[in-house]
């Protein structure tokens, strides 16, 4: 067994995008690389998806006489200068081993570890331009929340990354509020980082890919661990066990509990959307405090229940059940996100939810109301319409096929 | 096998107690033994503490001609003049077939059904007034949340009826604010009820009684089946099974889920408080969702661990991560209940949570508090303090030990 002594080389850690939550990661990194020296290199790249920003005359960064002050500036520039994101994560200090670079290409050189944390819908153009600009043996961690559902199957963003860039690729999910983990207020999360047993010390030739088409998802299906021609990590960095990716994220006020299960942890953050809607509504109806623990406890078991069905054995019950990426994702996003308000304003206007998001979200779109669509429309293709009876109800409630106030007969347990 | 169409007897079930929570559950045994005609008797005796009541001129039912309204009435009297509790559930309205009885002994004669919904301090002394004065073939539901903790173990109040009257006692325990199940607003329940096998259909003379010493528990136990000389139930009633049990409870608005794991049931009512304080503390500090999310995520493994760790194979860990009881009650203490708000008072106020329930509580105890001393004081026996870091640093916060500040330090696992 390779020692931690034996490793002269020290990983190199990327993150790959800098919105809110982006930032955020960036800062809990770079904390955390100073931390654990032998380990990980002191700086920490941040990918900046270079725009112009003009330092508004009430931020307490603003100095008429600073050339920063002067019309629009670079938005990595003023990361760099100001170790802030006044854009994206304003009023938060940012260490200053944080180094915004517009250059996705430079960002990611050389870099071993890669912190993904874009919009979904970026992924694929994103991946096409990382292609051959990152090293072989390089790993990722997805940040990104939520899962490609469609009637073709199911897609984890951490799979599809690893697919497109032929790297191992886990996920990180939880009951987390950006800014308020920018903060330093506690908070938990999950990071499930399993690769196959190549990524052990050094190369392992016999150890072939075990399978080379990746794009949908069916049971018995091992998620994230198939993409093909894995690269081994040489021997000369210290292994990226769990003990090490968790001193990556881990900060006194942002607790981490490393899994296995990335399908769990990914499915967590997609279905728990769905659940809040159903929250939202027995909010809206005013039924009170019962109506929405019921609903997101069944809630829950139809994401234990989903888990089983679609993923089989890799998909544990406990990550939904015990874990922050699922029953603690439930609790946040029912008890004030933007789904459930959103729900529950639909009830209380007597509108439907489509106007609510017209009328509130600036051309925003909930994350809920189409992952309800889409599990739906996978549903219908695999015949277990009547097996997920809340996620069906949400989806009837959408399409204006049912009422709120139907959801308890809905969801009953037929004998 | 006995069938349904063999039983010539109908099970009479009477309500032991009249408060808020148990004359919300005479309104929903009442209405289910009516669409059960041949499992259940139509009257649904209620055992009322007497007491003299003054009906309100502000009451709907005032009326200064009828003579109910010339000066205090017997609370069981006008409970049956006017299908209502007008002083523990004003405005309910009680089906016809619930009869308020002032006479304890008289409302369990023959009653092969008990449903307890007392507080907790009275059992021992209401269980003496019964001995004697029940069919020894009767059965226990038992509604009291809770369970009896100290230094000298823990004692179920299901075993402690059960016990004291030598008959089989389950219990309910659920996300249940009752006054919002007696509005008919949605709400969901836990049942647990497994008595020993001599309860299956006919006596069962070698059957002998597992033990008859049934204070206190220690692991490996079987809680809820070991009361002495149990009876079988006569051939001639319809079997106390799930199915027939679940009819006795289960409304369109008030779901149950049936569970064997009495333990579990009855921890989970308690230890929830605990974590309400908590859950309290997070919120008087601004913390925000993600940490009440994360202490209550927590809270819940804490609950599973205790009933692993003092009840064996016996608590199931899916009672507390899958049951109304369980998850769906910690969700609802959380939110609002009483150990949650005065906990929070107490940050925000900088008092102690002893001087909160003094100011706002007129007398009343939070059950929170004694149950987080009384936790404590066994664990500590137990030489397991450091083994349930949240419920000691609730007890070490409401002790002045500890500062809320310290909650994600104290319960951050040491590796």
Redo the contacts between chains.
């Keep these: 067994m390779a020692t931690l002594s034996a490793a002269s080389k020290k990983h190199k850690v990327t993150i790959v995008g800098s919105g809110n939550w982006g930032t955020t990661m960036a800062k809990i990194v770079a904390e955390n690389v100073k931390s654990h020296p032998s380990l990980f290199e002191e700086t920490v790249q941040m990918w900046v998806y270079e725009e112009e920003v003009t330092i508004d005359p009430k931020s307490r960064h603003y100095d008429p006489n600073s050339p920063l002050c002067q019309g629009p500036q670079k938005l990595s520039q003023l990361v760099n200068k100001l170790h802030e994101n006044i854009k994206y994560l304003p009023n938060i200090s940012l260490p200053e081993n944080v180094v915004g670079n517009p250059s996705l290409e430079d960002a990611v050189q050389d870099s071993t570890v890669l912190v993904f944390v874009i919009p979904h819908q970026f992924i694929g153009r994103i991946c096409d331009r990382l292609k051959g600009k990152i090293v072989p043996y390089a790993r990722g961690i997805s940040c990104i929340k939520g899962v490609d559902v469609s009637d073709k199957g199911i897609r984890l963003f951490c799979e599809a990354i690893g697919h497109q860039l032929g790297i191992y690729c886990g996920a990180l999910s939880g009951?987390?509020?950006a800014t308020?983990?920018a903060q330093g207020?506690?908070?938990?999360t999950t990071v499930a980082y399993d690769p196959p047993p190549i990524d052990s010390r050094g190369p392992s030739p016999t150890e072939s890919p075990r399978e080379s088409e990746v794009d949908l998802i069916s049971p018995s299906k091992e998620p994230g661990r198939r993409s093909a021609k894995l690269s081994a990590l040489p021997i000369d960095y210290p292994p990226l066990s769990h003990e090490n990716v968790k001193k990556l994220f881990h900060r006194?006020?942002f607790?981490v509990r490393m899994v296995s299960d990335v399908a769990g942890v990914s499915l967590g953050g997609a279905l728990k959307n769905v659940v809040a809607l159903a929250a939202g509504f027995?909010d809206g109806l005013g039924?009170?405090?019962?109506?929405?623990?019921?609903v997101?406890?069944?809630g829950?078991?139809e994401m234990?229940k989903f888990g089983r069905c679609f993923f089989g054995e890799t998909a544990k019950p406990?990550t939904f059940?015990?874990?922050?990426c699922g029953?603690?994702?439930v609790?946040?996003s029912c008890?004030?996100g933007r789904n459930f308000r959103c729900a529950r304003m639909a009830i209380e206007r007597g509108q439907s939810v489509y106007e609510v998001e017209q009328a509130e979200l600036n051309g925003q779109k909930l994350q809920g109301t189409s992952t309800a669509y889409e599990v739906h429309s996978f549903l219908k293709n695999e015949g277990m319409v009547e097996d997920f009876p809340l996620f069906t109800a949400v989806y009837d409630i959408l399409e204006g096929k049912a009422k709120p106030e139907q959801?308890?007969?809905l969801i009953?347990p037929r004998d």
Tied chains: 1, 2.
């Excluded at 207020?185 to 938990?188: A, G, M, V």
């Design positions: 009951a987390n509020i308020e983990i207020k506690y908070s938990e006194p006020y607790h027995m039924w009170g405090d019962n109506a929405k623990a019921a997101m406890r069944v829950l078991l234990v406990e059940t015990e874990e922050s029953m603690a994702d609790v946040t008890m004030g959801i308890p007969d009953e």
